[in-house]
């Protein structure tokens, strides 16, 4: 499954976030980061970057870029 790393807005695998240790699991669901980097920066504030997620799951909003 593709997800939206919300932080830089990467397109990410979530099996290989998970492999890798870079998933966060929230009450609402599980987010996925490119890097560590991203996944603290989200966990720092993750009101902050939740409507853009939605936004993207919804088809509202179009990442910059794919990994």
Do not use: H
Not at 17 to 35: H, I, K, Q, S, V
């Amino acid at each position: 499954m593709m997800m939206l790393d919300p932080i830089c807005d990467m397109v990410i695998d979530m099996g290989e976030a998970r492999d890798n240790g870079l998933t966060l699991e929230m009450p609402e669901r599980e987010y996925a980061f490119c890097g560590p980097g991203c996944q603290v920066k989200f966990a720092k504030s993750p009101a902050q970057y939740r409507q853009k997620f939605e936004d993207w799951l919804a088809g509202k909003y179009q990442p910059k870029a794919m990994m």
